[in-house]
């Protein structure tokens, strides 16, 4: 069974920097995966921050442009996300995620992690 686990959230102050990681085990399929970041505040519904495909090609948030990377490490099944200039609205759980490539013609996967709470204050 694929598990992810996040790390690295915290409380920062408003222009601060924070690092997230999230680590794959149980035998990922990393190499036919997207691996993203998402965050849900209260109140709201989970949205996408980021996402890093197979091939490395990323997507973002556009709030979050210019101020979060997403980036992975294949041999250590791990994602990354490095996010700076933090605002007291990026203030929410950041959950990782795992999912199979729209190429893939295998059987669909989707996992996610518990979710790592980040809190930016003002």
């Known amino acids: 069974q694929v598990q992810l686990v996040e790390s690295g959230g915290g409380l920062v102050q408003a222009g601060g920097f924070l690092r997230l990681s999230c680590a794959a085990s149980?035998?990922?399929?990393?190499?036919?995966?997207?691996m993203g970041w998402y965050r849900q505040a209260p109140g709201r519904q989970r949205e996408l921050v980021a996402t890093?495909?197979?091939?490395?090609?990323?997507n973002y948030e556009d709030s979050v442009k210019g101020r979060f990377t997403i980036s992975r490490d294949n041999a250590k099944n791990t994602v990354y996300l490095q996010m700076s200039s933090l605002k007291p609205e990026d203030t929410a759980v950041y959950y990782c995620?795992?999912?199979?490539?729209?190429?893939?013609?295998?059987?669909?996967?989707?996992?996610w992690g518990q979710g790592t709470q980040v809190t930016v204050s003002s």
């Open positions: 995620n795992l999912r199979n490539e729209p190429w893939y013609r295998g059987s669909p996967f989707n996992y």
């Open positions: 149980g035998n990922p399929p990393f190499s036919i995966s997207t």
């Open positions: 890093i495909t197979s091939g490395g090609m990323t």
